[in-house]
């Protein structure tokens, strides 16, 4: 194919869309190719690089290998952690709530988000997840939920907690990886009510962790992580809508929050 075909293909809706009356339906999408790019370092003239924010093809060559050594690790962390889910919650076949599931698979998507990001990951290669995750996403949600559940559980009896100092940790680091500051990232997360999400991530991570520290873990080589090939874009438009809409944090200290959306907890001042 080439720039300027129009073609359709047949696209199947989730089972879990926001539109209940598109869910399960065979649709007919139209794509049309506006242009085809195929970039070679070699020939970008220094306008070019610079356009891109890069002084160097040297520059852009190391941007490239970082991002890509982000998305390796990124994909062993989540091989091993779904390894040790997998294990810890074999027998949890328990049924859950449609309505609990329903209302919690947007939810599930926010922590995947901020998991992302804390990852390092571009918004394109965010998006890129995001999307297949949205494939089954009602089915996957169930899986999450969980191993929520189980992996809360064992917070409780090895009494973890995440700290203001933990919040803060993570805050600093979301801040670093999106380039914009603490209180914005801050102010955006109590105003969403996505502090839970925040806290469920620190405490299932926390856990993974010590998992790990007391278990014997042995490294082996899977190509896999590098020949996979993606079966998403990062294309940001829904067919079947969002189950929800995330508001536009505007930083300012007074936000007003969402209803029963929690705060950070405060710092404890030391005692002199």
């Known amino acids: 194919k080439k720039e300027g075909d129009v073609f359709t293909i047949p696209v199947k809706i989730s089972d879990s869309a926001a539109n209940e009356a598109l869910r399960g339906e065979e649709v007919e999408a139209e794509f049309e190719i506006v242009e085809v790019r195929r970039i070679s370092i070699e020939d970008l003239s220094k306008q070019d690089l610079e356009g891109l924010g890069f002084d160097s093809p040297e520059e852009l060559r190391e941007f490239v290998r970082s991002e890509l050594s982000k998305q390796i690790e990124y994909a062993q962390q989540s091989r091993l952690r779904e390894q040790i889910v997998e294990q810890l919650t074999a027998g949890a076949d328990w049924d859950l709530p449609p309505a609990l599931v329903a209302r919690q698979t947007n939810r599930e998507l926010r922590r995947t988000a901020l998991e992302l990001q804390r990852a390092g990951l571009s918004e394109d290669l965010i998006r890129t997840y995001l999307n297949a995750q949205r494939i089954n996403a009602q089915e996957k949600t169930v899986a999450a939920l969980r191993a929520h559940f189980v992996l809360e559980k064992i917070g409780e009896d090895l009494q973890i907690e995440p700290t203001a100092e933990d919040y803060e940790d993570e805050i600093d680091l979301l801040a670093d990886r999106e380039d914009t500051s603490p209180r914005a990232i801050r102010a955006r ?84």
């Open 189 to 272: 997360l109590e105003k969403s009510g996505e502090m839970d999400a925040l806290r469920n991530e620190i405490i299932e991570r926390k856990v993974v962790e010590a998992v790990v520290d007391a278990a014997e873990v042995t490294d082996v080589e899977d190509e896999g992580l590098l020949n996979a090939g993606s079966q998403s874009d990062s294309i940001d438009y829904a067919i079947a809508g969002e189950a929800a809409d995330i508001p536009d944090a505007k930083h300012d200290d007074a936000a007003p929050q969402r209803p029963g959306a929690p705060k950070l907890p405060e710092k404890e001042e030391a005692s002199e």
